[in-house]
Structure formats: C-alpha cells, structure tokens
C-alpha cells in the first residue's frame, strides 16, 4: 500500500472512531490551529494548553503565538493545572491506519496527563509515521516499548466507555474530542 492510501485509510479510520482530522503543512500551521481551537471552545479563564515534551526552541514559538492570542501555556507540572487544562498537545510516535489508532509513548507523567486529563486532545503525527498495521509496524512499536517501566498509549478516537446497559459515554475517562494534526513534511 503506498502512503497516500495508508494516509487515506487512516483518514478514513479515524474519522469513523470520532477523531477529528486536520491536514497541516508545519508545526506552526499545527500551533496555530491549536491556539484557534483553544479560543473558539474556551472562555478566557480556560484558555490553557499543555505542551509537554517538545523542544525548547518549538515550545518557545508556540509559547510567543499563544501569548498574542492570550492563552497560557505550559510545559511541566501539569498535575498542578490538571483542572484549568482545556487541550492537551502532544506528539505521536506512530499512527496505524487499519485502526485510525495513534501511538504515543513517554516515560513521562506531564505526557501521559496531556492526553487524559484535558477535554480536546490536539496530537501532531507525521504522514510518514503512519504505517498499514500494526504488525507492518512491530518493529517500530516495539522500539518503542523496550524499556521496561516505558508508557505506551494507543489512542484510537476520544474518550468512551459503555456501561452494564450498552449505554455509550463520550468523555468520562478523557478527552471529549481528539483532534489529530497530519503533517505533511
């Protein structure tokens, strides 16, 4: 399968599980899109990001955008804001799109809480991290998983859980919506 139909069989697959899909040219068009979805579903009060685990010099452009457009964002100490949080930015190591599934992993909590306590979950994956399936990727994923206490997360939509009676909930253990940034370069 060549990668525009591997970009389009995950584009498909992670549209049908509730993700929603933004195609991005470059980190600062993913930033921006970011900082324009934090103002359109926030108030001022709640206009805040998390960005873990991103290079200082990245973390410093998005912190200077998102001051001109009055958001706060942070980096580190997230348990500290995990109330205040409106979306949560990360960036994910793989997308597989048999499932539409994202994979990140971090051995850190400020990462592991980015994706869960925020209500949006913004992730930026590159185009060429997109493989067919998961066992084209078993290698890479299990890379990824070497070390012993490492964290891996496969995300695949937001947050939903059914109850005894089959009754569907969006939300209650994590983001209500999962946006997913395709880069492009």
Same mark, same amino acid.
């Given at each position: ?72 964002? &942070?980096?580190?100490?997230?348990? /500290?804001? @995990?109330?205040? %949080?409106?979306?949560?930015? *990360? ?5 597989? +799109? ?31 991290? &997109?493989?067919?399936?998961?066992? /084209?990727? @078993?290698?890479? %994923?299990?890379?990824?998983? *070497? ?5 891996? +997360? ?32």
């Amino acid at each position: 399968m060549n990668n525009t139909s591997v970009t389009d069989q995950f584009i498909e697959t992670a549209t049908a599980a509730s993700a929603r899909i933004h195609r991005v040219n470059s980190l600062e068009e993913a930033f921006q899109s970011t900082l324009d979805l934090c103002k359109s579903a926030t108030n001022s009060e709640q206009s805040m990001i998390a960005a873990p685990e991103f290079e200082e010099s990245e973390f410093a452009r998005f912190q200077g955008l998102a001051k001109d457009k009055g958001v706060t964002l &942070i980096k580190e100490r997230l348990r /500290d804001h @995990a109330n205040g %949080i409106a979306i949560g930015f *990360t960036r994910a190591d793989l997308g597989i +799109a048999e499932t539409g599934t994202l994979v990140v992993s971090s051995n850190s909590e400020d990462l592991r809480l980015a994706t869960m306590v925020s209500d949006i979950h913004v992730a930026v994956v590159k185009m060429s991290d &997109i493989g067919a399936c998961a066992l /084209d990727m @078993a290698d890479k %994923i299990r890379a990824l998983t *070497t070390n012993p206490s490492s964290y891996t +997360a496969f995300i695949t939509g937001p947050s939903r859980t059914a109850d005894i009676e089959r009754v569907l909930a969006i939300g209650v253990h994590g983001p209500l919506e999962l946006h997913i940034m395709l880069l492009e370069k």
